[in-house]
């Protein structure tokens, strides 16, 4: 059982959609954070939330956008996609501090038509 | 900058076998070194972590990792294959950029194992 719980667990959308992907953790973790996976390649970042409040922005396109409404939840809404886009995306949180492993969500594996 | 590198891309034992994934970091400092797993259509999940307590690190799933800093490794051990240990598994280097844990992943390295 993950603790950290992802939906939709699939979703495919038309590049004029707009759609949002959901993540929430109990565990009390104050760092959230949003990754986009490619087949057979490792996880590559996309922001980071600390205390609520965004701390990065991976030089992400503007049709991502990411929201902490507060310490549980964090979504990532979608707008106007490309067919590149389609990837796993992977929710995670952490305690803080370098030496605290992240614990990550199934993923929203997500097609763009 | 640190990072990870993780040789072979694809790694095969039979069943029963040692299974001996291989890590190298590089880092200016001493580094938190951790070991994930990705079974198929799944997020990651953590096998272990090097916090520099200890140079031997034992995790789940009877998986262990020995910290080396003079070979700058962190190679992954399980003596005895399971069919369940196919997977795809990430070595990841973290540190703390610009206030925030940046976690560094290795390329991955499939694991395979045949019956």
């Known amino acids: 059982d993950t603790e950290v719980t992802q939906t939709p667990k699939h979703l495919v959308m038309g590049m004029t959609n707009k759609k949002s992907l959901k993540c929430e953790q109990h565990m009390g973790h104050r760092a959230m954070y949003w990754y986009k996976q490619k087949a057979k390649k490792p996880p590559e970042l996309m922001f980071v939330y600390s205390y609520e409040k965004l701390s990065i922005n991976e030089s992400v396109p503007s049709r991502f956008s990411p929201e902490c409404p507060n310490s549980s939840l964090l979504n990532l809404h979608l707008h106007a996609l490309q067919p590149e886009d389609s990837a796993l995306y992977l929710c995670?949180?952490?305690?803080?501090?370098?030496?605290?492993?992240?614990?990550f969500g199934d993923g929203t594996r997500l097609s763009i038509l | 900058a640190q990072s990870v590198t993780q040789l072979g891309s694809h790694v095969s034992v039979s069943e029963g076998a040692l299974v001996l994934l291989r890590c190298n970091y590089s880092s200016s400092v001493p580094p938190y070194l951790f070991w994930y797993v990705q079974y198929p259509n799944q997020g990651l999940q953590l096998l272990l972590k090097y916090t520099s307590a200890a140079t031997l690190v034992k995790g789940i799933n009877g998986f262990e990792a020995e910290f080396k800093k003079s070979e700058t490794s962190f190679h992954l051990t399980k003596p005895s294959a399971h069919m369940s240990d196919a997977a795809e598994y990430f070595c990841?280097?973290?540190?703390?950029?610009?206030?925030?844990?940046?976690?560094?992943f290795g390329t991955g390295t499939k694991l395979q194992v045949i019956p």
């Open positions: 995670a949180s952490s305690q803080e501090g370098s030496n605290q492993p992240q614990h």
């Open positions: 990841a280097v973290s540190d703390i950029a610009g206030g925030y844990q940046k976690v560094t």
